[in-house]
């Protein structure tokens, strides 16, 4: 599956953003969704992921109670609602798909990624 994230990009601290990610190839509703972060100098590191089932989520404690992972299978489309956004949130957000499996912390499982959306949070 081809992965398109979009929806990134500056906010004040306190803001909201949400970010898109539209799937194209295959049946995105057989795939766990994820999104991932990687700000300079860290690792990429899980925010949210989303069981195919969409039975089970998954979040940094970090982003807990502010970030929501939801999807449209219709349009084939997962989204990361972000609120109350903070300055540590600032780095390029990656959405990913897992087919039929539940592992959302183990990024090397992941088969498909997509490019990267900027999110900079000034304060």
């Known amino acids: 599956v081809q992965l398109q994230a979009s929806g990134g990009g500056l906010v004040q601290a306190g803001g909201s953003l949400r970010l898109s990610c539209v799937a194209s190839?295959?049946?995105?509703?057989?795939?766990?969704k994820g999104w991932f972060r990687q700000a300079p100098g860290k690792e990429r590191e899980l925010v949210a992921a989303?069981?195919?089932?969409?039975?089970?989520?998954s979040y940094a404690d970090s982003v807990k109670g502010r970030f929501t992972i939801s999807r449209d299978n219709a349009k084939n489309t997962v989204y990361l609602q972000m609120n109350s956004l903070k300055s540590e949130d600032t780095a390029v957000y990656y959405c990913?798909?897992?087919?039929?499996?539940?592992?959302?912390?183990?990024?090397?499982?992941?088969?498909?990624w997509g490019q990267g959306t900027q999110v900079t949070v000034s304060s």
């Open positions: 990913a798909a897992d087919l039929l499996a539940w592992a959302p912390r183990e990024s090397s499982r992941y088969d498909s």
């Open positions: 190839g295959r049946t995105f509703s057989s795939y766990t």
């Open positions: 989303l069981m195919y089932t969409g039975g089970r989520t």
